[in-house]
């Protein structure tokens, strides 16, 4: 009789897996509204307050400045409290940031309200991938953590198509408000999740650990063994400042979470979510015709994901990136290059919009989900909690300051030069991907771990010639307490 849901073709425990992995993603959801809603508020927020060009990019930023420490704090509840309570936290005061910046009646209050939202964001990135690649199997972690990203880029296209139709009235107020009702829904939800199996572990708690993974797994022997693995892992306990300083290995892994994390900043995506409009409006669209450029955006950024959803455990990660990062190039390239020109036709304006189009499809297929799954998979146990606060604490540090840096960019370069500098970055990165970044496609946390610690190249971490007996021992010695 157990085997009865396997003979008719339904999973049960895929499709409690999948909802339970929908529910924590709708933190993404919380991040996605957040960076899109400014980009339709902040011409109306700076014609309210007379804001300058340094405060309409501070105005942005302060929620990168806020999400940067959310982030740390992030990594201290997830440990702590565990990583439902985080979440938890994470909605709560991503609800009174929105409200914030809707009441807000200067500048300061508005970064103020900023700021606040952008803590709810930081916990919340760090938290909710990581809570993620905990409850997904190995078959399944790459796309699980990609719907993390699923998520953002449909809270992206809700503000996206909020803000246009705020904008006929010019209600920026309304813009936020409405921002805090998914916050009030994820809230919601998060009740409803399970505890991470191994924080459960973490606490001592292998009973109610192994129901968990028995109801995600829905086999019993399978949840054993799992539960075995990470007992064994557990024996690690975390030492991440002390592991920092005294192992090469757990460094490397450190250096690269924050290069994968600067990597997805720099290759200019939130240059486009933060000032599309802006950049319409400099390829001569004027008017609700910039917002409606900007919710095509949202979209096509929403749909492109679902290819990296699909492809991620097939292809694996670095054929992915390697074409993400060329599209983005030829993209930002082909887009300086039109915006060089002085009054644009309607045709290369449309052609403007089709090539911001391409670079957006380029970068929802590959660095937005990709990088979050691999910054969750690279960091060894001991360590995790601290890699992981690093590398997120790097995503947001990279993108206050593309934020708080690209208007003055273009008054100080130029509409063409400009874009090709993130065009430059992009072909850049190929070759990055190509020297350090590891193919962990169908590998166990374990087994990548130990790959790391045996002193193995980055980029062999994952797939790669086998590990020598010599180097595995290697490997679990230097992983040890």
Same mark, same amino acid.
């Given at each position: 009789?157990?085997?009865?849901?396997?003979?008719?073709?339904?999973?049960?425990?895929?499709?409690?897996?999948?909802? +339970? #992995?929908?529910?924590? $993603? /709708?933190?993404?959801?919380? *991040?996605?509204?957040?960076? &899109?809603?400014?980009?339709? !508020? =902040?011409?109306?927020?700076?014609?309210?307050?007379?804001?300058?060009?340094?405060?309409?990019?501070?105005?942005?930023?302060?929620?990168?400045?806020?999400?940067?420490?959310?982030?740390?704090?992030?990594?201290?509840?997830?440990?702590? +409290? #565990?990583?439902?309570? $985080? /979440?938890?936290?994470?909605? *709560?005061?991503?609800?009174? &940031?929105?409200?914030?910046? !809707? =009441?807000?009646?200067?500048?300061?209050?508005?970064?103020?309200?900023?700021?606040?939202?952008?803590?709810?964001?930081?916990?919340?990135?760090?938290?909710?991938?990581?809570?993620?690649?905990?409850?997904?199997?190995?078959?399944?972690?790459?796309?699980?953590?990609?719907?993390?990203?699923?998520?953002?880029?449909?809270?992206?296209?809700?503000?996206?198509?909020?803000?246009?139709?705020?904008?006929?009235?010019?209600?920026?107020?309304?813009?936020?408000?409405?921002?805090?009702?998914?916050?009030?829904?994820?809230?919601?939800?998060?009740?409803?999740?399970?505890?991470?199996?191994?924080?459960?572990?973490?606490?001592?708690?292998?009973?109610?650990?192994?129901?968990?993974?028995?109801?995600?797994?829905?086999?019993?022997?399978?949840?054993?063994?799992?539960?075995?693995?990470?007992?064994?892992?557990?024996?690690?306990?975390?030492?991440?400042?002390?592991?920092?300083?005294?192992?090469?290995?757990?460094?490397?892994?450190?250096?690269?979470?924050?290069?994968?994390?600067?990597?997805?900043?720099?290759?200019?995506?939130?240059?486009?979510?933060?000032?599309?409009?802006?950049?319409?409006?400099?390829?001569?669209?004027?008017?609700?015709?910039?917002?409606?450029?900007?919710?095509?955006?949202?979209?096509?950024?929403?749909?492109?994901?679902?290819?990296?959803?699909?492809?991620?455990?097939?292809?694996?990660?670095?054929?992915?990136?390697?074409?993400?990062?060329?599209?983005?190039?030829?993209?930002?390239?082909?887009?300086?290059?039109?915006?060089?020109?002085?009054?644009?036709?309607?045709?290369?304006?449309?052609?403007?919009?089709?090539?911001?189009?391409?670079?957006?499809?380029?970068?929802?297929?590959?660095?937005?989900?990709?990088?979050?799954?691999?910054?969750?998979?690279?960091?060894?146990?001991?360590?995790?909690?601290?890699?992981?606060?690093?590398?997120?604490?790097?995503?947001?540090?990279?993108?206050?300051?593309?934020?708080?840096?690209?208007?003055?960019?273009?008054?100080?370069?130029?509409?063409?030069?400009?874009?090709?500098?993130?065009?430059?970055?992009?072909?850049?990165?190929?070759?990055?991907?190509?020297?350090?970044?590891?193919?962990?496609?169908?590998?166990?946390?374990?087994?990548?771990?130990?790959?790391?610690?045996?002193?193995?190249?980055?980029?062999?971490?994952?797939?790669?010639?086998?590990?020598?007996?010599?180097?595995?021992?290697?490997?679990?010695?230097?992983?040890?307490?």
């Amino acid at each position: 009789m157990e085997n009865q849901p396997a003979a008719t073709g339904f999973d049960t425990a895929r499709l409690r897996t999948l909802i +339970i #992995g929908c529910l924590a $993603a /709708l933190a993404g959801l919380m *991040a996605g509204l957040d960076i &899109g809603v400014i980009s339709g !508020a =902040l011409d109306l927020v700076a014609r309210t307050f007379h804001a300058s060009t340094l405060q309409q990019e501070w105005i942005v930023s302060a929620m990168m400045g806020g999400a940067a420490i959310g982030s740390l704090c992030g990594g201290w509840m997830s440990h702590q +409290i #565990g990583r439902k309570h $985080a /979440l938890l936290v994470g909605a *709560a005061v991503f609800v009174a &940031g929105s409200l914030a910046c !809707a =009441l807000a009646w200067s500048i300061p209050s508005m970064i103020a309200g900023r700021l606040i939202m952008g803590l709810a964001i930081g916990v919340a990135a760090f938290t909710a991938p990581l809570y993620l690649s905990e409850i997904a199997s190995e078959q399944a972690r790459g796309a699980m953590i990609s719907t993390y990203q699923l998520m953002i880029t449909a809270g992206i296209f809700i503000a996206f198509l909020s803000n246009t139709m705020f904008s006929y009235s010019g209600n920026w107020r309304g813009m936020f408000a409405i921002a805090a009702v998914p916050g009030v829904l994820f809230l919601i939800g998060v009740l409803f999740l399970p505890y991470s199996p191994r924080w459960l572990m973490m606490r001592g708690r292998r009973k109610e650990a192994l129901e968990v993974l028995v109801d995600l797994r829905d086999d019993h022997s399978a949840a054993m063994q799992e539960i075995q693995n990470i007992s064994r892992q557990l024996q690690q306990k975390q030492r991440g400042w002390s592991l920092l300083r005294n192992n090469r290995n757990f460094r490397r892994s450190i250096f690269l979470g924050m290069a994968l994390q600067v990597m997805q900043q720099l290759a200019g995506v939130n240059v486009v979510m933060y000032y599309a409009p802006k950049i319409f409006a400099l390829a001569g669209y004027v008017g609700p015709a910039q917002l409606w450029c900007t919710a095509m955006v949202g979209l096509v950024n929403m749909l492109a994901t679902f290819i990296a959803i699909g492809l991620v455990d097939r292809w694996g990660r670095k054929p992915i990136l390697y074409t993400g990062f060329i599209i983005m190039a030829v993209g930002m390239g082909c887009l300086g290059f039109m915006l060089n020109r002085p009054n644009l036709g309607q045709t290369e304006q449309i052609i403007s919009v089709f090539m911001l189009l391409i670079y957006i499809s380029g970068f929802a297929m590959s660095a937005g989900p990709l990088i979050w799954v691999l910054c969750s998979e690279v960091q060894p146990l001991q360590g995790r909690d601290l890699g992981i606060s690093i590398s997120t604490l790097t995503n947001w540090i990279a993108n206050m300051i593309v934020g708080a840096s690209f208007l003055s960019l273009l008054q100080w370069m130029g509409n063409g030069p400009t874009f090709w500098l993130f065009a430059g970055f992009n072909l850049f990165f190929v070759l990055v991907t190509w020297r350090f970044v590891p193919e962990t496609r169908d590998m166990s946390l374990e087994k990548i771990e130990q790959r790391l610690m045996a002193g193995l190249p980055l980029r062999e971490i994952g797939q790669g010639r086998p590990l020598p007996d010599s180097r595995q021992a290697a490997g679990q010695t230097a992983s040890a307490p």
